[in-house]
């Protein structure tokens, strides 16, 4: 005897309509994307989306988890993966040049941009802890590289890593507002400059960004 499923099979795709959503939230922000711009966007009804993502702010969030792994995650690995703490926040930002202009999808970076005039003190608390995790990153590579001799012995970690997060949050608004690729990777350069470097290692004399406080 063959048993019958109950309840109705959904008629969208919900990875693609996730997808969809995020695009939304891209292009215009939390606070300035209604419940209608989201059920436009993603084709389907506003039964549909409560049914299969919650309320508004329940969606968003999933936006920005799948956001984080499959656009966000160039941070994180640059980190993890080259050898010294200028390398691996030289190459956080020239790769943010890439992210942010990318041509398939909405230009700069979901959480900072989405940040932007939101009202909801919930949704802004979140993104202002995303935010500053990405801060407590860069800080603990860069202590890394300072207790393995790479810079000297007074820098300032905390600044160099709120430098670090200063530039990439403007690149961000930068490449919304227009700025190229080339552009950005030449700001990133740039900010690199101010990076400290160790004593006596003949590269380059400490700048005022590697004095502590």
Known sequence: MTT????RPRSFDRRAALE???TAF????YETTSVSDLTG?????APSLYAAFGDKRTLFEEVVEAYAVAYGAFGDKALAEEPTARDALARMLKEAADAFTDPSHPRGCLVISSAINCSNPEVAEALRERRNRSLASFEARIRRGADAGELPGDTDTGALARLCGAVLQGM???ARDGATREELKAVAEAAMGAWPVAHGDGKAPETPAGRGA
Request: no cysteine.
């Open 172 to 174: 961000s608004q930068q």
């Open 20 to 22: 969809q959503a995020m």
């Open 4 to 7: 019958k499923r109950r309840g």
């Open 41 to 45: 966007a993603m084709g389907i009804s």
């Open 26 to 29: 891209w292009e215009h922000g």
